[in-house]
Every structure is written in C-alpha cells, then in structure tokens.
C-alpha cells in the first residue's frame, strides 16, 4: 500500500522529537483513561471532509507534505467505509499485517524498539509501549493516520494500524492478537491497542 517510508537526515533529532511528542501526548492520554466516557461526543453525520485537511502536529513539523500523504490514505479509507463496512477491516489490515510482517523479513526491525523509529518512518503514527509483560501489551499510537483529528464516529477505523502492530509483533514474538480498546474515532485522541500473545 504505503511503503515509502520518510528520509531522516539527522536520525538522532528525529528520535528527540519522537520522543518529547510522545511524553506530551501519553500525559493526554493518562487523563482520558480516567474519564467514564470519550472526552469527545458523537458526530452527527460523517462527511467527506471531516476525514482530509488534518495537520498532524509531529509528522507536519517533519514533513510539510505529510496532509497530502493523510488525504490519499484516507481517501481510500472513506471509499471502502461508504462502500463495505466488512470490507474495509479486512483490506486494511490485512495491507498493515503486510506491511509490518515486510519491515521484519526486510530487517528494518528486529525488536520492538526498532518499531519505534519504523512506525513514524512510515508515517503510520507514533508508538507508545505503555505496558510490556510475557504475554500482554498495552501499546498506544498518536496521530494514527487512519483517525487523527476526524470526529467520534462511534466506530475505530484503526485496522490498518491494529494489522501493522500484529504483523510486526507475531514476526518478532510469535502467533498474537491485537485488539483496538481506545480510537481517536471513537471520541479519544489516541488509539490503544491492547496485544495478547498465544
């Protein structure tokens, strides 16, 4: 699907900003865990354009061309979600599965910390590790491009993503399941994955 991932220049800048954007969005994401409901209410209606245009505050500040990048993942997107609901879960992850199993086999990741760097390489959105044990994690990723910046639609849209965390992760660990918990298109401003390994 998308694989052409950014040209970083000066690695070590790029890992320092990674970094700080993620402590501010984790401190975010810490007071929406705590509420009994999304911070954000449901959308009325889903138009067109509530899905394009978003600036994405880390990858924008990295590459200016990033809202047109956003606008043709998420033209797809729209596309199947107006077409085949079921349809679309399954494309879409089964091109981020793709995807994250082909950065293992092609070497660029061979841990989980390598897919800290891989992941906003690839414009797919910022990882967060929020809790790693034997056969359970808890992984966050802001500025999802599939979601972030649309309204609460009642419904996650992070397939694409959710497929990416699981190829990467069954190539790296072994046979897992991934399963959103939290969306940036179900009224937070994050999306949570919650990872449970066989």
Not at 7 to 24: A, G, M, N, P, Q
Not at 172 to 178: E, K, N, R
């Amino acid at each position: 699907m998308f694989t052409k991932p950014l040209v970083i220049k000066h690695i070590d800048e790029f890992l320092t900003k990674i970094k700080e954007s993620i402590y501010s969005w984790r401190k975010k994401y810490y007071e929406e865990i705590q509420l009994s409901h999304p911070p954000r209410p449901i959308a009325e209606t889903i138009r067109y354009e509530d899905f394009m245009g978003v600036s994405r505050p880390f990858f924008s500040s990295i590459d200016e061309s990033d809202t047109y990048y956003v606008n043709l993942f998420r033209s797809i997107i729209f596309s199947l979600l107006n077409s085949h609901l079921a349809s679309e879960v399954v494309v879409m992850h089964k091109a981020g599965y793709d995807l994250g199993s082909q950065m293992v086999k092609n070497g660029e990741i061979k841990s989980l910390d390598d897919a800290l760097l891989a992941i906003p390489l690839y414009r797919i959105g910022l990882l967060d590790v929020i809790t790693e044990k034997l056969n359970y994690m808890k992984l966050n990723i802001y500025e999802c491009i599939s979601c972030y910046g649309i309204p609460n639609i009642n419904r996650a849209l992070c397939d694409f993503e959710a497929g990416v965390l699981q190829g990467i992760l069954t190539k790296l660990y072994g046979s897992c399941t991934v399963h959103g918990k939290y969306c940036i298109s179900t009224g937070y401003s994050f999306c949570g994955f919650e990872v449970f390994f066989e």
